[in-house]
């Protein structure tokens, strides 16, 4: 599966890639080469952590660079009416008859703790290029779902906040 990722999340992917690649990366073979100078490696625990970091940074820049590689540019805009990438909407769920705040994001950005969700999740799917006022069907299975009521739509965009997971 390809992650879905707009042209932004792109931008600050390559800006982590390379700030790894020209800071982090030099940092971590000098902490290593300084940790190597004290002596006997085996019981060298700074040379192991130094190791583990530089180990660490490595795996995060090929991670990266796969996302890049197999990501599946996506469109962040939407018209003004209706619900789409960096909007929040306000949902009123009949069952538990309440009322919560969301706003849709990328792949990379999800977090349904925090409210975040994405066009893949069964909420997300629905309520993507829904209005405000619209009574929409959340299908979890063949025999479970539930009525969500779009209360309120605001257009926000982009703003960098939502950090990339990650960061």
């Known amino acids: 599966m390809f992650d879905k990722l707009t042209e932004n999340d792109i931008k600050k992917m390559q800006e982590e890639i390379n700030h790894r690649k020209l800071v982090v990366r030099k940092e971590a073979l000098e902490a ?53 990438l960096y909007n929040t909407v306000d949902l009123y769920f009949e069952d538990d008859d309440e009322t919560e705040t969301y706003k849709l994001v990328t792949t990379v950005r999800g977090n349904s703790m925090k409210g975040l969700i994405t066009p893949e999740s069964p909420l997300g799917r629905s309520i993507m290029g829904r209005k405000m006022g619209d009574r929409v069907y959340v299908r979890i299975s063949d025999k479970a779902g539930y009525y969500v009521v779009i209360k309120k739509l605001e257009n926000t965009k982009d703003d960098g906040s939502d950090k990339l997971r990650g960061f």
């Open 32 to 84: 290593v080469k300084e940790a190597r100078a004290h002596g006997d490696l085996s019981e060298n625990f700074e040379y192991h952590a130094a190791k583990k970091d530089k180990n660490q940074n490595e795996s995060r820049i090929r991670y990266l660079e796969k996302m890049i590689r197999t990501a599946q540019i996506v469109s962040d805009s939407s018209r003004e009416d209706e619900v789409g």
